[in-house]
Each structure stands twice: as C-alpha cells, then as structure tokens.
C-alpha cells in the first residue's frame, strides 16, 4: 500500500489579474515549480517549492505569493511535522536525510540573551567619529615576554624571535566554503570582498582554482582529511593554512560533494576525476592524537619555510576546551571553533541537528582553559558558526575569540535565501551550483560590493559598540567578559560563560 503523499510544505498561488505572463518565473525556478503551457498559462506544481524565492523577487508585478504549510498535520507535542516527514522519507528511500545550513532546532540562542555595556557619567563613552578606534586585528602565536636591548646609539632593538601573524584591518573574516559546494562566481566575489576590505578569506576543502590566484594574499588555504588539491603550489599561494578536523554542522563526521556537482573544472581545482564524488573520511588518516597533529601542523611550516601561521578547525563539542589546549601545544597559531549552527553546502539531518554545542559556550570555556593554564597567547581563537550581525560579533570578542568567520550571512548578502537545498546542486541564484546557466546569474563584481559592504557596515557598528562601552581598541574588549550581563540565562550557563546576571 502506498504511503501517500504528505502535506504541502509550501503552496505557490499567482494573482491572474495582475500576472502579465512574461515567463520570468518559468525562466528562474531551477526547481521546475513553474511550466508554460500550450496555451500560455502557467501551470505550478508547488510539491517542487524549496521557497528559495527567486520566483518572487524576479517578478515585475509582485502577483506570485508563496504560504508554508497552508494545509498541516493534526497538531501533535511529541510528533511534529518534520519528524513525521522524516519517518515517511526514510521509509520510502532507506536512505539518510540530508540537510543543509546549520541546527535548526528551537534551542534558545544564547547570543541574543546576552547584553552589552554601556558608559555613563563617571566613565564616559568615546565617540568613534571624533576618535580613533583601534579594530587591527593580528592572529598567531605572541610572546610571553618580550626581551629588548638598547643599544649604544639609543636605539631599541628587539631580540625576541616573532612568529607570523595574519594583519586584519577588522575581526571579521569569511569562512570556507569550497570550490565545489559553491560556484566559482561565488568564491570570486567572496575574494574580491575580502580584498576590498583588508580582511581574509577561507577556500574550504576544494583546492585554489587558478581564476582566484590574484587573491592569494587574502585567502587561507585548508587542508582536509580528503586532501583535495593539496599540493606544495596551493600551500605557498595561501596567506596562511587551516587544518580542518571538524565541523560544527557535522561534528565526527567527513564531507561528501556529490559527483553531479564535480564538474571539469572542480575535478581539476580538486585533483579528482569529473563526476566522482568528493568523500573527505571522518578522521585524518594520519591523525590519532595532539602528538600526531603536531607532526602535520610542522610539516606544513617546514614546508613553506615557516612563514605562515597554521590554524587548526575543530568543531564545538562537549570536550572543546581540552581539545584546544592541546592544540595550543602542537605549534599551531590559532585554533578555529566551529559552533553548531555553522553552515553546511550537506550534513544528515540527525547530526546538523543533534550534536555539538552552542559557539558561545564553546568560546567562554576555551578562552578560560587556555588563560587557566598560561597558554592563552599560543594560540588565537576564531570563533565561526551562527554570526549573524555586529552584535554577535562583539558578544563572541568579549567571551574571548579573536576574530570570527562569517559564512551564511555572507552569502545572504549574495542573493542567498537560505532554503538549505544547497546539496542538490540547482541553486537560482548561482551560488551553491554548477550549472553554468545558474552561474552566470552570478555577478561578481556586484556581488563582492555587497559583501564588502556587509563587513564595513557591521566594522562601524563594531566601532560604535565599543565606543558606547568606552573602549577605543579591540584588544580591551577581547575576553572582557565584565562587559557583558546575561538575561534569562539558567545559573549553569552564566556559571560556563563566566557572566553575571542582569543587574549584578
């Protein structure tokens, strides 16, 4: 017996009257929502919707209008819809239920219940148009101490041996996203993005395609456990290098871009043959302990003759801290902390949704562990996953990161309507796909303006935060946790955060 079909997850309605049949709807659904009949009507098939809203934002007359869930289930506490939707799916296929973006359960967002300071009166506040503020950012290993002689002429001359250090002109980078599970139009306004604004941006696991070249010096190669376009030209190429261990959307797990996305393009960038399907195992083959990484983590300086800094990405789980630590001891200059909300081109549903913690405790607890123990200036501490405005970002500094990635946002900004079918290749607006019709809906040249005035705009409101709370550099606010008040947090979060109650 059939199982039937379930309800509609979105129902796609035109307004006839104002409809001008000019195709437009037709021509952009890459989902195949509408079809042109003989007769010139539309026919819609609304099963096919993602609400990607490509359909809505191209129309002249505003006459499509789209509804979620307008016909329902019996309303259940325990059986919501989704979960009944997944039973079906998975009885139907036999097959594990793939997702994209990050966590989409309820959890309460604990950024959105923490404050900020303000100065008034006895400490008054500064005003970043009149004065200076202070937004470099410099990620790598510092020195404890730093040892100085001063020479006969009077000049100061520093014996202390510097490691390098990546320059930002603000805290906010953007993350990796691969060549592969995004269209080169889309990693090419990212880079121009990243130039424009002094800041830095991530490959992701999927090599250097040879268009992003000129970028070089903004962008942070990846080595993965895959190692998909790894060679000793990619690694000198990159401003720095990432070892990617983990994931927050898909902790333990590896990466798989699927074979209809590898395109001839892709399977050169990545070394792979075209149409093959990308597998990144679960761990590095060549990694089963700090010790081991430590190896990887040199080899990789020795390499390119120690003058870039080795970051190292693992995702926010139970055990982070420890974790951390121990890369603090492997020589590499900065860990990145992946929270459970990062993005994902493709996660199985059951670990976007179920494993792994919140970036914000992941932050608190490694930014503690590492002061509890000394090490604190090993290492910096990138803090990715979830960052969805200005405020996140100072609330993220003031638990202790460095700096943070963006990813999602950026690609909001892109025209992205965060449908989360990025897996399944048919992307309208030319970003999370390869087809070449869709690519070229794809402009980088306006493209990367948005994104970089994305990062100016959030920079300035990161200015005018730190202005209101009296600090006139970034290096004050990181890890100042004294600056931050919790509201309708439980006691055992504020007690991880280390952050007091509203009205202490």
Not at 1 to 7: D, E, K
Not at 373 to 390: H, L, M
Request: aromatic share 4%; glycine share 10%; proline share 5%.
């Amino acid at each position: 017996m059939s199982l039937g079909s379930v309800p509609l997850k979105y129902r796609i309605q035109i307004d006839r009257q104002q409809c001008m049949q000019c195709m437009r709807c037709v021509d952009n659904c890459s989902y195949g929502v509408f079809r042109e009949e003989d007769d010139g009507n539309i026919l819609i098939d609304s099963r096919k919707c993602t609400a990607c809203h490509r359909c809505i934002s191209m129309c002249p007359r505003d006459a499509i209008n789209l509804s979620e869930r307008p016909v329902d289930y019996r309303s259940h506490p325990l059986w919501t819809p989704e979960a009944r939707e997944d039973v079906i799916n998975q009885s139907r296929s036999g097959r594990i239920v793939l997702a994209g973006m990050g966590n989409a359960k309820d959890y309460p967002i604990i950024y959105d219940r923490l404050v900020l300071d303000a100065c008034q009166v006895t400490n008054p506040s500064i005003d970043p148009l009149r004065e200076p503020m202070e937004l470099r950012t410099y990620l790598g290993q510092k020195p404890s101490k730093l040892d100085i002689r001063k020479q006969e002429n009077g000049e100061i001359e520093l014996n202390t041996k510097l490691s390098p250090n990546l320059e930002l002109q603000t805290p906010i980078m953007i993350g990796h996203m691969s060549y592969g599970a995004i269209s080169l139009n889309a990693q090419l306004s990212l880079a121009k993005a990243a130039a424009k604004t002094g800041t830095y941006m991530g490959t992701g696991e999927g090599g250097l395609h040879k268009d992003i070249y000129p970028y070089q010096d903004n962008m942070i190669v990846q080595v993965a456990s895959g190692r998909f376009g790894v060679d000793i030209n990619y690694l000198d190429r990159g401003a720095a290098i990432e070892i990617k261990i983990g994931q927050g959307a898909k902790p333990g797990i590896g990466g798989h871009l699927p074979g209809e996305k590898v395109c001839t393009d892709v399977s050169c960038t990545r070394m792979i043959p075209a149409g093959s399907d990308a597998i990144s195992p679960a761990p590095h083959h060549d990694i089963y302990s700090i010790e081991d990484l430590a190896q990887l983590v040199r080899g990789l300086k020795e390499a390119t003759e120690w003058k870039k800094p080795v970051f190292v990405k693992i995702a926010a789980v139970h055990n982070v801290a420890a974790v951390a630590a121990g890369i603090a001891r492997s020589s590499a200059d900065a860990v990145v902390i992946d929270g459970f909300r990062g993005g994902t081109g493709a996660s199985p549903k059951v670990f976007r949704d179920n494993v792994g913690i919140p970036i914000e405790a992941a932050i608190a607890s490694v930014d503690q562990k590492l002061n509890d123990q000394g090490i604190r200036n090993k290492v910096s501490v990138i803090a990715s996953g979830g960052i969805r405005n200005s405020a996140d970002i100072a609330k993220s500094i003031a638990l202790g990161a460095d700096a943070v990635y963006i990813g999602t946002a950026a690609l909001i900004s892109m025209g992205c309507r965060v449908c989360g079918n990025c897996y399944r290749g048919l992307c309208p607006w030319g970003i999370a796909t390869q087809r070449e019709d869709l690519v070229s809906r794809l402009d980088p040249e306006v493209e990367s303006e948005h994104v970089a005035n994305l990062i100016n705009s959030w920079t300035l409101e990161l200015s005018e935060l730190m202005g209101a709370a009296g600090i006139n550099s970034i290096e004050s606010l990181r890890g100042n946790r004294s600056r931050l008040r919790g509201y309708m947090l439980d006691e055992g979060t504020l007690d991880v955060l280390q952050v007091k109650p509203v009205g202490a």
